[in-house]
């Protein structure tokens, strides 16, 4: 009897979890009308569509500003699953949710221009905007005044001034940059595959080199992994013992941000996969056909290594966007930041009192993550929802105050309302600063593997192996944005495992 009604109870929640999601996507199918900005309220300009920025329009009470978004990228991109998309394993618009469709669910109208920030004048308090797509009107630029400013531009790839890295490498960031990848992996196949081909030139075109072993040259080279033993394998038998994949990291370990035993499990899970790993190997020089590098042996001799590659994915972490850097020269405060805005513990930027800073381009003592991004985008929803209440009580006090003396035989019951505004103004008013809870990190490590150092119970717990990977799926396909990224990316998943990944390079 317990078991029947366990099943009962199991249908009924499937059920229920259903009609939720289902009323879910029809409310986004038939939105609630928008109320208009009201002009007399201050302007928030946000700039990105990122990680931060998104998280704080998520939960931004948009009817309190003028909100204007300004980002060249018209969609969100859910990044931790970019690297599949290198292969085929997910499709690039299943981890893609249009910026519009965020907007719409907002109670109030927000503007948003398809744009790109040039410099921020924080004297004038003016954006300078430019249209860089491939369609133009008779307008490419202009200015955009704010009161309030948000920067969550995020980073660009670090190269280090290293020759030949921007000519001739992929990076792995944007959506373009893993289509980019997906599509020259094919072409190395087919032109190794070629008739007559010379066999060192075989090797070349099939060796497959990453640099940098930070979690996205980790995750890359194990997805890259996967798509030749899964699939190009079988369908190109003939070049097949061929395809090698190496590793290049100049310290003396991978994935450094993960603890010393899930390290080793990488290194030596890479090692059964067939994934060279060179570390203390620091890149000099690229060339369109090799790669030249100083290997230090472990008696500390040097040697220069000449890697020659069919595909290199430069994934060596971030550097400071140009907007930023010419923000940070005009502010006296960031003379001596280095990595990027430098901010306080409410993420004001230091020197300013109008700009705030979040995500990768902001400086708060967090590593650039999009966990650390999207808690500090959801703190400055928090910090502006609750200025807006704070300037709504204020002016509410100062209008009964102002009427206390005009209605006498009332004053007791004024006295009353004013002292429980003021309560709710203490409340509002005693905002905590800015406090990172780090949930842990995931890496998946190829051959359906993943590593996690993972916050539990003010502990650490660290994992590794298929278990792990089961858990990395679930957590992933729980943070995507929203119930459509969801299915899409399951219907993905299931689709390269029942029928393989898709070879056609298109
Ligand atoms: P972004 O998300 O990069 O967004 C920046 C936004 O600003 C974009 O919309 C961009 O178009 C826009 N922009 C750029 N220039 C301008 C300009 N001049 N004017 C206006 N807008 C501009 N982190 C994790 O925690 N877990 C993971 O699993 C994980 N996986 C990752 C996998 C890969 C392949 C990569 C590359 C990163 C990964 N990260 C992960 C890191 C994470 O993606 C970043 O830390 C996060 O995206 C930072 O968020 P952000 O909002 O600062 O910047
Ligand atoms: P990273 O900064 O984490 O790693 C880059 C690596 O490149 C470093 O280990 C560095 O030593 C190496 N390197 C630099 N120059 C080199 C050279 N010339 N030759 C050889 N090696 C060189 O960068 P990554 O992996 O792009 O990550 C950026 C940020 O995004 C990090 O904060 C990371 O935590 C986060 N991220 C998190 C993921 C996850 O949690 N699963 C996945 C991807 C990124």
Redesign the pocket.
Known sequence: RMLRWSWRLGYLSAIAGIVYMGYGVYQDRHPEPQVEPDPSKKTLVILGTGWGSVSLLKQLDTENYNVIVISPRNYFLF??L??SCTTGTIEHRSIMEPVRTILRQKKASVKFYEAEASSIDPERKVVRIFDNSEIRGDITETEVPYDMLVVGVG?E??T?G?PGVREHSCF??EIGDAQKIRKRIMDCVETAAFKDQSPEEINRLLHMVV?????????FAGELQDFFEEDIKKLVPDISDRFRVTL????PN????FSKQLIEYTESTFKEEKINIHTK????KVTDKAVE?EMTHPDGKKETVVFPYGLLVW????AVRPVVKDLMGRIPAQKDSRRGLAVNEYLVVQGTRDIWAVG?CAVAGY?????VASQEGSFLARLFNNMAKTEALEEKISHLSSTLNLQPGNSAAVSREIEGYERQLRRVKNAKPFNYSHQG????IGSDKAVADVTWFNGNVAAAGSLTYIFWRSAYISMCFSTRNRLLVINDWLKSKVFGRDLSRE
């Open positions: 990044t931790p970019l690297p980073a790839n670090a280090f290293i792995l960031k640099v940098g072993g930070g979690p996205t040259g980790v995750e290049i990291e100049a310290l991978v994935l450094p941000m190997t620091m890149v000099k590098a994934a060596t972490g971030n990768d590593a650039p993550t999009a966990q990190s995931l890496a998946y």
